[in-house]
């Protein structure tokens, strides 16, 4: 369900979000969600490819946090520049994911 909420957003960045809409074909309020969106899973990959990198998750838990395949984590890694090896511990945890 949505719920409606009000924010104050500087003119000039509204104006950028005013151009994605009109280049994007859709209203104001649905670029808005779809940046929310997109902006609010690009932090959830940063906050778990960092735990991965400091050890605080593997590799198999970074697949089930953002709902990959084992076989999807080492492009991500690769799309994110994390030179971190993937131990073979690590592999095997992600593989057998359900």
Not at 13 to 39: F, I, M, P
Not at 56 to 78: H, I, M, N, Q, Y
Request: aromatic share 4%; glycine share 6%; hydrophobic share 40%.
């Amino acid at each position: 369900m949505s719920k409606p909420t009000t924010i104050r957003v500087p003119e000039e960045l509204l104006n950028e979000v005013d151009e994605q809409a009109r280049r994007s074909g859709r209203g104001r309020a649905a670029t808005l969600r779809h940046l929310l969106q997109r902006g609010l899973r690009e932090e959830k990959i940063a906050a778990a490819l960092a735990d991965y990198e400091a050890g605080r998750l593997s590799g198999g838990r970074v697949c089930r946090l953002l709902d990959l395949t084992p076989l999807e984590f080492p492009d991500l890694l690769k799309s994110h520049h994390v030179r971190r090896s993937v131990a073979l511990e690590d592999w095997l945890d992600s593989a057998t994911l359900p």
